[in-house]
């Protein structure tokens, strides 16, 4: 029977049970192999190494991973051999824990642990260093395995610093390339490499290849406007880069150099902004945290840990500010892209559509001084092109033309209007538009040959870019095709032509002002079911912003890019055809969305 009155009032201290199994689940503890070959490679920063080399190769069947370095080796005992003993026999004892505190400097290692990593890369570990009679010792350890030997190492010269090797790697490792471990050591040890100025390289014998490990180096822009952080147990460092937001952006935190936590926002206590953001690259180094000793990977979340996240909250609040002025000032420029895409595609749809039916927005000469500020849309107010110079109205005409402004050779000819519809007995023109890569107008050396391939009518002056048809007594549809030529070059374009006894009632046009695109502004209006209206006392396209169809639309630029456009051609559509039916109205957004989204890029 269990007697209270035995355990009333005793106590004692804490003791390893089986010192052995203590050891395995401390070995095992370290998950990651490029984590285990870092902390090798921190053993000899630590011994002041001024090169290191690690090197991955196949020998006699069998893969290994060697790392020498030329830093003080290990540690001597006091007949001035390698103090190999001392290593095997204080785990977690390590020697550099009784440094003095300025002695210490950037040292990382303090758990004694650190070799033990090999248990994650393969199956045996030797270890070799030469002492001060000139003699080069190793010892050698195995996987799961208790003994330890130390013996001597025929060698003609002994050599500086510490070579380890590990064999064989384990098989679900063996294509832990030099590559990957590059990679990982310019990202996990980049401050320890910039700070220490040593070299490493990482030498694969299988791919034949060589890499020097650099410091990585982040995108975006340096953040310059931060206040020094300060907590109760020290300063912490902030290198914090400004970029778009992307889902491989991330914020590591680092102690002494060396990577913790590769995404701070894997720690429950920076799960808001401005850390979840995406826009963050860099690093926070925290000297002063406490790391879990098992896998070196992660922080104990003490009174350390919580000074820390206090001493970040002033930084936080820049942060976000910051954030949020860079998306609105992305989202003006975005939309000033948008727009200038939309004008494009506009000015390419209503070339090919002909100018009695359809015509660009009317501003009023004295709205120009309205015009809406960056400040309310970021967007200039776009005048149409003529149709002698299709590119006029984005820039302002130059007297004199630059070398660039020249054509280029032919590369591609339209037809305006590439679609028409006209009555039975009537006659129209067409004209012939020829254009260089650049889609600038070519205008020399040019020949003409129009056909009709195809339906009723009949051309005249057909060797010339512009070609008079004329429909005949009968409906139907007329396929008309034109060949330019330049030397050899040719290019053919197609248009056609509808004949109709049934025609639409001309719409009446406003007398006076400017045609051109007005640009567009946004006004969040949630549970309002417009989409868009034309403020022509404004000269702008209302867009709301929070209707569910401009919601799912901003998932990506394309998507956005399309919405808005079918929304200028509602308004447009609306603006040219007043009191047509519904019907009617649609199919003329049915034409005009063929020919201005083939355009829209």
């Not at 935190?253 to 701070?264: K, S, W």
């Not at 500020?373 to 003529?386: A, V």
Request: with cysteine; glycine share 8%; hydrophobic share 35%.
């Amino acid at each position: 029977m269990y007697n209270r009155q035995m355990h009333k009032g005793q106590s004692g201290k804490l003791r390893i049970g089986d010192d052995w199994n203590a050891i395995t689940v401390i070995a095992l503890s370290q998950q990651s192999p490029l984590k285990a070959v870092a902390e090798l490679v921190e053993n000899s920063i630590d011994a002041h190494a001024s090169n290191i080399v690690i090197t991955r190769g196949k020998e006699k069947g069998l893969h290994y991973l060697r790392i020498v370095d030329d830093g003080d080796g290990i540690p001597r005992d006091e007949s001035g051999l390698p103090d190999f003993q001392y290593v095997a026999t204080h785990i977690c004892d390590s020697v550099k824990r009784r440094l003095r505190r300025e002695d210490r400097g950037d040292v990382q290692g303090e758990f004694g642990i650190g070799l033990l990593s090999f248990w994650t890369l393969g199956e045996k570990i030797v270890l070799t260093s030469a002492g001060a009679d000139g003699r080069t010792y190793e010892m050698r350890m195995g996987k799961g395995e208790p003994r330890y030997t130390i013996t001597e190492r025929k060698r003609l010269f002994p050599e500086k610093g510490t070579e380890v090797v590990v064999h064989p790697l384990l098989p679900g490792i063996r294509n832990l390339s030099g590559e990957k471990i590059q990679w990982y050591l310019a990202s996990e040890l980049r401050d320890r490499i910039k700070h220490t100025g040593v070299t490493i390289q990482a030498i694969d014998r299988q791919a034949r290849t060589r890499h020097t490990v650099v410091p990585r180096e982040f995108s975006g822009n340096l953040i310059h406007r931060l206040p020094a952080v300060q907590s109760e147990f020290g300063e912490i460092y902030l290198e914090l880069y400004l970029d778009d937001s992307r889902p491989e952006n991330h914020v590591g935190l680092y102690r002494h150099g060396t990577r913790v936590v590769e995404d701070i926002v894997q720690l429950d206590a920076f799960q808001h902004a401005p850390w979840m953001s995406g826009c963050l690259q860099g690093i926070i180094d925290a000297p002063f945290l406490n790391l879990t000793p098992g896998t070196r990977t992660g922080i104990l979340h003490d009174e350390r840990f919580d000074a820390m996240s206090r001493a970040l909250e002033p930084a936080e609040g820049i942060l976000a500010q910051m954030i949020e002025e860079q998306k609105k000032a992305a989202e003006e420029q975005a939309s000033k892209e948008i727009l200038k895409s939309i004008h494009r595609a506009f000015r390419e749809a209503l070339l090919a559509l002909p100018a009695e039916e359809y015509d660009w927005f009317q501003i009023s000469e004295g709205k120009h001084d309205s015009r809406p500020s960056r400040k309310n849309s970021g967007l200039p107010l776009l005048e149409q092109g003529t149709a002698e110079d299709p590119e006029a109205g984005e820039s302002e005409l130059k007297p004199q033309r630059e070398f660039f402004d020249f054509p280029g050779p032919l590369y591609k000819a339209v037809i305006s209007p590439a679609a028409c519809t006209l009555r039975v007995g009537e006659s129209r023109n067409f004209r012939a538009i020829a254009r260089d890569r650049n889609r600038r107008l070519v205008e020399e050396n040019l020949s003409f040959q129009w056909t009709i391939e195809e339906g009723p009518g009949r051309l005249l002056e057909t060797a010339s870019e512009i070609v008079h048809f004329e429909a005949l007594s009968e409906p139907g549809l007329a396929h008309l095709k034109v060949l330019v030529r330049q030397g050899e070059t040719e290019c053919e374009a197609e248009a056609l032509a509808t004949v109709t006894d049934q025609f639409l009632p001309d719409t009446p046009k406003l007398a006076g002002g400017k045609q051109g695109l007005p640009a567009y502004t946004f006004e969040h209006k949630p549970g309002e079911l417009w989409r868009s209206r034309f403020d022509q006392t404004r000269n702008l396209i209302v867009i709301n912003n929070a209707h569910r169809d401009f919601v799912y639309s901003s998932r990506n630029r394309t998507l956005k890019l399309r919405y808005i456009c079918r929304l200028y051609i509602k308004e447009l559509v609306h603006n040219n055809f007043p009191g047509l039916s519904p019907d009617q109205l649609l199919e003329r957004m049915v034409e005009l969305s063929l020919y201005t989204e083939e355009h829209l890029k």
